[in-house]
């Protein structure tokens, strides 16, 4: 007489646009593999939209004002549209048969509704980058309120998150992102630094590049000071940039996973400056964890969540002040070898806490709390 062997749950990872966006990889996508050797949990993956269309469609891609043109675009946009509502219909049917449904970063108030609605599944939210905040909101996020308070779980990447979410929200949990480090791994013995000059590195987007004004005055002092100093950026255009006059610096302006580990692994140090608001707190330390992932020592702005991550000093570095900026770079700068000893010391923080084994049990964690009825964690 066999055994028997209890049915694996389920849970349906909804995605807005493919795997285009950071959170349906670093959140969801990523963990593909894990999930199929799993023993007690199976996922499976659907989009909401098409990603043809979205970028075929993108703000800032509008055709020139010819008549025939803005008819066509038109007619795309009512297509798109009945694209979107077939898809949430295909998505509702399929959910009804998982034991969760994971919506990452999906800004449809109606389709989390049904979703709500159905009775099997338990509705799982992500909140991650602010999406409180006034952009967000007028991106597409107005309801993000509502959509909180009648979700079955709320997932956040950090505190700051979660203490938002808990005021909406009776089951929320914190679940850290995974910085990817296996692939820095598997990449760390082919790619290799220039002797001959000191990196500094920032990897980000168009959206935060802005965030190098808060450091320009120290950097140009540095480049004054150090003839050996190149500013690597990884994700935004010149045009995006500060009017920089000594810093020497090069771009590259699109990247993929590929590329960033590749640039991530030829900078000495790594850059995260903030600003003093809401959407600077928000923010996890994904992009310290990813410096300190390639091998390159993270000096961050001493603020929210690196004051987790970091001790100053040992894995990184935390400045706040104009004047502390330019110390502790300065000092990187000089020291080699305790700019190695940091570096080193960052990446085994990363193989300690935040692997990607890690973090998804972690989040598998959350999935069974959560449908044996566990309230926040």
């Given at each position: 007489?066999?055994?028997?062997?209890?049915?694996?749950?389920?849970?349906?990872?909804?995605?807005?646009?493919?795997?285009?966006?950071?959170?349906?990889?670093?959140?969801?996508?990523?963990?593909?593999?894990?999930?199929?050797?799993?023993?007690?949990?199976?996922?499976?993956?659907?989009?909401?939209?098409?990603?043809?269309?979205?970028?075929?469609?993108?703000?800032?891609?509008?055709?020139?004002?010819?008549?025939?043109?803005?008819?066509?675009?038109?007619?795309?946009?009512?297509?798109?549209?009945?694209?979107?509502?077939?898809?949430?219909?295909?998505?509702?049917?399929?959910?009804?048969?998982?034991?969760?449904?994971?919506?990452?970063?999906?800004?449809?108030?109606?389709?989390?509704?049904?979703?709500?609605?159905?009775?099997?599944?338990?509705?799982?939210?992500?909140?991650?980058?602010?999406?409180?905040?006034?952009?967000?909101?007028r991106a597409?996020?107005?309801?993000?309120?509502?959509m909180?308070?009648?979700?079955?779980?709320?997932?956040?990447?950090?505190?700051?998150?979660?203490?938002?979410?808990?005021?909406?929200?009776?089951?929320?949990?914190?679940?850290?992102?995974?910085?990817?480090?296996?692939?820095?791994?598997?990449?760390?013995?082919?790619?290799?630094r220039?002797?001959?000059?000191?990196?500094?590195?920032?990897i980000?987007?168009?959206?935060?590049?802005?965030?190098?004004?808060k450091?320009?005055?120290?950097?140009?002092?540095?480049?004054?000071?150090?003839?050996?100093?190149?500013?690597?950026?990884?994700g935004?255009?010149?045009?995006?940039?500060?009017?920089?006059?000594?810093?020497?610096w090069?771009c590259?302006?699109?990247?993929?996973?590929?590329?960033?580990?590749?640039e991530?692994?030829?900078?000495?140090?790594?850059l995260?400056?903030?600003?003093?608001?809401?959407?600077s707190?928000?923010?996890?330390?994904?992009?310290?964890?990813?410096?300190?992932?390639?091998?390159?020592?993270?000096v961050?702005?001493?603020?929210?969540?690196?004051?987790?991550?970091i001790?100053?000093?040992?894995?990184?570095?935390?400045a706040?002040t104009?004047?502390?900026?330019?110390?502790?770079?300065?000092r990187?700068?000089?020291?080699?070898?305790?700019?190695?000893?940091?570096?080193?010391?960052?990446?085994?923080?990363?193989?300690?806490?935040?692997?990607?084994q890690?973090?998804?049990?972690?989040?598998v964690?959350?999935?069974?709390?959560?449908?044996?009825?566990?309230?926040?964690?």
């Amino acid at each position: 007489m066999s055994g028997h062997h209890p049915r694996r749950r389920r849970v349906l990872i909804v995605l807005d646009c493919g795997i285009e966006s950071p959170s349906a990889m670093v959140r969801g996508v990523q963990y593909d593999e894990l999930f199929k050797r799993h023993a007690e949990w199976h996922a499976d993956y659907v989009s909401r939209r098409s990603l043809f269309m979205s970028r075929l469609l993108r703000p800032g891609h509008r055709p020139s004002v010819d008549f025939a043109v803005l008819t066509l675009r038109r007619s795309l946009e009512r297509l798109n549209e009945r694209m979107i509502r077939s898809g949430e219909d295909r998505i509702v049917e399929q959910a009804a048969a998982y034991d969760i449904v994971y919506e990452l970063k999906v800004p449809s108030m109606p389709l989390h509704e049904r979703l709500c609605a159905l009775r099997g599944p338990r509705v799982v939210m992500d909140l991650s980058d602010g999406l409180w905040l006034p952009f967000h909101r007028r991106a597409g996020w107005e309801p993000l309120d509502e959509m909180l308070k009648s979700a079955g779980g709320v997932i956040c990447e950090n505190e700051y998150g979660a203490k938002y979410a808990r005021q909406r929200n009776a089951h929320v949990f914190v679940v850290p992102d995974p910085p990817q480090v296996e692939e820095f791994d598997a990449a760390r013995g082919r790619i290799s630094r220039d002797p001959a000059r000191v990196v500094l590195g920032w990897i980000g987007s168009p959206a935060t590049v802005s965030a190098l004004y808060k450091i320009w005055e120290p950097l140009e002092a540095l480049f004054a000071r150090h003839a050996a100093l190149h500013l690597r950026i990884v994700g935004a255009s010149p045009s995006d940039l500060p009017r920089f006059e000594r810093v020497r610096w090069s771009c590259r302006p699109v990247y993929d996973q590929q590329a960033m580990v590749e640039e991530v692994l030829a900078m000495d140090i790594g850059l995260f400056p903030l600003f003093q608001n809401d959407e600077s707190l928000a923010r996890g330390t994904l992009k310290a964890m990813v410096y300190m992932s390639g091998g390159a020592a993270a000096v961050c702005q001493d603020l929210g969540e690196n004051q987790r991550l970091i001790a100053d000093g040992v894995n990184g570095a935390l400045a706040e002040t104009d004047q502390e900026w330019f110390d502790k770079l300065d000092r990187l700068i000089t020291c080699p070898e305790e700019r190695r000893t940091i570096a080193q010391n960052g990446l085994a923080t990363i193989h300690e806490r935040f692997t990607r084994q890690k973090c998804f049990e972690q989040l598998v964690g959350v999935f069974d709390r959560l449908c044996d009825g566990a309230d926040t964690a």
